[in-house]
């Protein structure tokens, strides 16, 4: 619990800069229960006026809180959501952001990378993120080439790179936990070449051997591999061609980060490249389907209008 306390103090204080007698929600549920609890006394810590709401485990990521958290949630300040399926892309949520309340959500977070990932410096992680979203944003041509095989071009020309910093001070700031990458979304229907997926992908977990995604005019074609190959495909297929659209370029920023099969923390590592494929709308795109699954690539070449920013994992 110790470990947990220091990280939850680290995302309360330095992430989200709580306040003294600010209205603080935690809303949780059974599995991620321990986690909730650390920020819930995190936050008593901190002098807020704090509130733990655990609810029952969603069916699904992006399935809404129970009634009446929706309009409940809209009344604090700040808070988090450490639950086992996500509530980032719900409705409450973001009706939450949009009357201010800034914070975070932390789906499927487990207590080793709580305890690692956001007991970090994340002023450091801040500076890396904005210069990488800086590049990303003045490029207009990618180039992403791996060990394993990836050689992939994509057109970002005109498309804005996001940091995500971890840093979450402001009304209405509003982020994953933990955070580190610098991402935007490439042009729809301009991506050739060929993925090769050797860190994790959806709900894989590790590889044990790596996926091929095939890409030809922005859309993933083929996916070649074993069983891991054919759960990818189970996830995508129900929500048709749009899922198979190449959505995000991102690069991970966090030095605490390590690849362990789960994307939420795998994406962040820094070092890595990763390449989505589904829903960017939330990030400026155009494909807004229900699916968004991240590919994480380990050491990778990352190529920005012909200049190399990163050579095998390393940031140039």
């Known amino acids: 619990m110790s470990d947990l306390l220091s990280a939850a103090r680290t995302a309360v204080n330095q992430c989200l800069g709580a306040k003294r007698g600010e209205k603080f929600l935690v809303i949780t549920d059974e599995p991620l229960r321990p986690i909730g609890l650390a920020f819930f006394e995190a936050g008593r810590e901190a002098g807020c006026e704090t509130i733990l709401c655990e609810i029952l485990p969603r069916k699904n990521s992006g399935e809404p809180p129970p009634e009446p958290i929706p309009d409940f949630w809209k009344r604090f300040d700040l808070f988090v959501a450490p639950t086992s399926r996500s509530l980032t892309h719900t409705q409450a949520r973001k009706a939450a952001s949009d009357a201010g309340v800034r914070g975070a959500t932390l789906p499927g977070i487990s207590p080793d990378t709580m305890a690692r ?54 009304r209405g700031a509003f982020g994953n936990l933990p955070a580190g990458e610098a991402f935007l979304a490439p042009v729809e229907g301009t991506s050739e070449g060929v993925i090769v997926v050797d860190g994790s992908v959806g709900d894989s977990g590790t590889l044990t051997r790596p996926i091929t995604l095939v890409v030809k005019g922005g859309y993933v074609t083929e996916i070649l591999g074993g069983a891991e190959a054919d759960q990818l495909k189970r996830l995508l297929d129900p929500h048709g061609r749009d899922a198979y659209s190449i959505a995000e370029l991102g690069v991970g920023t966090n030095d605490k980060a390590r690849i362990v099969g789960n994307v939420l923390e795998d994406e962040k590592v820094l070092g890595t490249v990763h390449i989505a494929v589904g829903n960017n709308a939330f990030m400026g795109g155009t494909v807004n389907v229900p699916s968004h699954h991240d590919a994480v690539l380990r050491k990778p070449d990352l190529i920005i209008d012909g200049r190399v920013v990163m050579r095998a994992g390393e940031l140039l």
């Open 117 to 170: 990932c956001l007991d970090a410096d994340y002023q450091a992680i801040a500076r890396r993120s904005e210069r990488l979203a800086e590049i990303l944003t003045a490029g207009k041509s990618a180039r992403v080439t791996t060990p394993a095989g990836t050689d992939i071009t994509l057109s970002i020309d005109g498309r804005q790179g996001t940091a995500d910093t971890g840093l979450l001070t402001a």
